[in-house]
């Protein structure tokens, strides 16, 4: 099945003249990251990390995480399962604390990927999660949105569908992610089906797993298998799925029972503490990243004690808090400093690393917000982070999705791809024929050079205004978040659906009518 709506989609680009190579769109793409054109493949990063922890910091903190796998424990709670398997693979368990002994959960990651393949149902938007690669996602979790009218209420289904629209469209964003906003409209025990249908349906990006219930779980694989086939979903990775440790240092029956689901049918964990220094860890960055690094050890090796070999990210998603009223704060240096040291730790143990994104604390698409995300997001590639989530869209601390800073955000995106690839050292990056033509004392605007690479040689912006004052003046003094209001619509109201091939639109309908016809609503 996965073979044959790949030979449709490659017709349906043709046909639409939005294929992977050459044309127009393929040079508009290229010089920015607005237009909903030629997609842009993962990011192939072509710049050094930044790492800010020598060997013996690192070596320091491998020691510490060391002494609290083995005198702390980490909580599996109410899994008895989960309690049994480390009974069996030699850890010390005593209730529903468990001891590691020092080595054991390095020994068991030994069978994780370094790099793998998460397969999109589109084979050209299949990303490589690892090593020297990068891959954007949009935001995850709001329950709000902020609208195309500036108001703040709760999300729905057609707003979780628009940012679906909308990640698809946008060239930088190279992953459909989970749960764009939670679709409160919606009955919770059944808005899992609907929002991985809209993953589906509306774009042909690689895309995220329900983890609020192993059974929602379940219906994710179920459904993947209806797009990709049974064995195709058993022997590689189409699902990406978010495990947060309930830190510090518990792992619970929900996070748990949805990463044995994903697990056992080979698909991707993401392990990630959820930290809020100060609260959830301590407030020092060597102790955050101890505790990090020992709840990802404990969490990640389980996996692997579920089926050998299951892909599994070392995630961290770190903020500070303000120490006067306890709220969460972004765009610090703290967290930044956390990145960059769990990204190196996570390199030591082999696992691909997962953190940052567009993060900001601010209610609205302003100065505080675009100053926060971007000092978020330059931590985010320097580290050399894999997957990152919640690049675009993400307000208010992660309450709200905001379409206009969505549009900002995946502006910042095609910027960051293009800072990614590095200096170009080719004869033509070069320009010395262009040096030579131009000589002493003239300039390079209409020189041969110029001509042949004005189109691409620098990014250009759907969002910020570099015009004269008068001119803007005269087109109405808008803001950046005016002029992304407009992009949004402008790409809702052009969006075409990719192709889908309609018998397994069928079948997954059928399975989401079924499934929804065997339970009651419930609301809570």
């Excluded at 329950?143 to 707003?159: K, N, Q």
């Excluded at 502006?411 to 990614?420: A, E, I, N, V, Y």
Aim: with cysteine; hydrophobic share 40%; proline share 5%.
């Amino acid at each position: 099945m996965s073979e044959h709506a790949a030979v449709d989609q490659e017709a349906s680009n043709a046909r639409r003249g939005r294929g992977a190579s050459g044309g127009a769109a393929a040079r508009r793409a290229a010089r920015s990251g607005g237009g909903p054109g030629t997609q842009l493949t993962y990011i192939k990063r072509k710049i050094n990390v930044y790492e800010v922890l020598d060997e013996e910091g690192l070596a320091l903190i491998e020691k510490n995480t060391d002494t609290v796998l083995e005198e702390i424990g980490i909580i599996f709670r109410d899994d008895a399962e989960a309690l049994q398997l480390w009974k069996e693979a030699g850890a010390d368990v005593k209730g529903e604390r468990v001891h590691f002994p020092k080595g054991l959960c390095r020994s068991l990651l030994k069978t994780a990927p370094s790099v793998y393949t998460q397969h999109a149902r589109n084979s050209e938007r299949s990303v490589q999660i690892g090593g020297n690669a990068t891959v954007f996602a949009p935001v995850y979790g709001p329950p709000f949105v902020r609208d195309l009218d500036g108001v703040r209420r709760y999300a729905t289904i057609e707003d979780f569908q628009n940012f679906v629209k909308l990640a698809y469209m946008a060239p930088s964003i190279h992953h459909s992610g989970g749960t764009v906003c939670e679709p409160v409209d919606v009955p919770v025990n059944k808005r899992h089906l609907d929002m991985i249908y809209s993953h589906i349906k509306y774009s042909d990006k690689p895309f995220m797993g329900s983890v609020t219930a192993p059974e929602r779980a379940e219906d994710t694989v179920a459904m993947a298998k209806i797009v990709f086939g049974d064995d195709f979903v058993e022997n590689n990775t189409v699902l990406t799925s978010l495990i947060n440790a309930n830190s510090p240092m518990v792992f619970d029956e929900t996070m748990l029972g949805a990463l044995k689901v994903y697990a056992r049918h080979n698909q991707a964990c993401i392990v990630t503490p959820f930290i809020l220094a100060g609260a959830m860890s301590p407030v020092t960055v060597a102790g955050t990243l101890t505790q990090v690094l020992a709840e990802v050890l404990a969490g990640a090796s389980f996996t692997q004690l579920i089926r050998p070999g299951a892909p599994v990210l070392f995630g961290t998603f770190a903020s500070s808090i303000s120490m006067q009223s306890g709220a969460p704060t972004f765009g610090t240096p703290e967290p930044s400093l956390v990145s960059y040291g769990a990204a190196q730790l996570a390199r030591r143990l082999g696992l691909p690393f997962r953190t940052g994104g567009s993060l900001c604390a601010s209610k609205v698409p302003d100065a505080q917000a675009a100053y926060e995300s971007a000092n978020t997001l330059n931590s985010t590639i320097l580290a050399g982070t894999n997957f990152v989530l919640h690049s675009a869209g993400w307000l208010e601390g992660g309450l709200a999705s905001c379409y206009e800073k969505f549009m900002m955000d995946i502006d910042q995106l095609g910027m960051t791809q293009k800072f990614s690839e590095g200096v170009d050292l080719s004869e033509n990056g070069q320009a010395m024929d262009a040096i030579r033509q131009v000589g002493p004392g003239s300039h390079y605007l209409g020189c041969d050079h110029t001509q042949a690479n004005f189109q691409t040689a620098f990014y250009r912006s759907n969002i910020a205004d570099n015009n004269s004052y008068e001119q803007w003046l005269a087109e109405g003094e808008k803001t950046a978040p005016q002029r992304a209001n407009e992009l949004a619509r402008r790409w809702l109201e052009s969006y075409e659906a990719p192709h889908l091939d309609p018998s397994i639109d069928e079948a997954l309908k059928d399975f989401i009518a079924k499934k929804k016809g065997s339970m009651p609503d419930a609301f809570t």
